[in-house]
């Protein structure tokens, strides 16, 4: 599992253009900006990102945050919140709205209970449910999900995970 785990790894580092030479900077990076640390650009980008949620807490639709209203909104007069550019949660509660972020993250919330209650001890499901929660914490201050060849395998695991628990779940009924 351990050498499965380091492949996978440095497979994810590779799919997104990172090395182990940059890798140190993005804990530091990360936890700048977890602090909120002045004149950090992911922070300033975060506090505009906030101020449009506010004025928009019921979302600016799909497409209308991130990446994709960067690259095609941000010169426009489409309202849109396109510095979310840095953090999942921020992204989608700008796309989908506070109802959007609540309903994603009760999906996970959900998952960790039945893994808790039915398949604590399996061996696959702690791989994937290590990958999850991983990916869930990276979200935080990056847009991992945007990247289309992990998102597919995110949600692939996502399902495995559910699919896992399922037949657990059956077998102690």
Request: glycine share 6%.
């Amino acid at each position: 599992i351990f050498v499965l785990i380091t492949l996978i790894f440095f497979i994810t580092l590779y799919s997104v253009g990172l090395s182990l030479s940059n890798f140190s900077w993005i804990f530091t990076s990360t936890v700048d900006t977890i602090g909120l640390k002045e004149n950090i650009t992911r922070v300033e980008l975060w506090k505009k990102t906030n101020n449009d949620l506010k004025e928009k807490p019921f979302g600016y639709g799909i497409g209308k945050s991130g990446w994709i209203a960067y690259r095609f909104l941000k010169d426009s007069q489409i309202k849109s919140a396109y510095l979310a550019t840095d953090g999942w949660y921020l992204k989608i509660a700008n796309e989908t709205g506070i109802f959007g972020l609540v309903s994603f993250l009760f999906l996970f919330a959900f998952l960790i209970y039945r893994f808790l209650i039915y398949s604590f001890n399996d061996k696959s499901i702690i791989f994937l449910f290590t990958v999850l929660l991983t990916v869930l914490l990276v979200n935080v201050v990056s847009n991992v999900l945007d990247y289309f060849f992990f998102n597919s395998l995110f949600w692939f695991f996502m399902g495995a995970s559910e699919n896992i628990i399922l037949s657990k779940k059956l077998t102690f009924d």
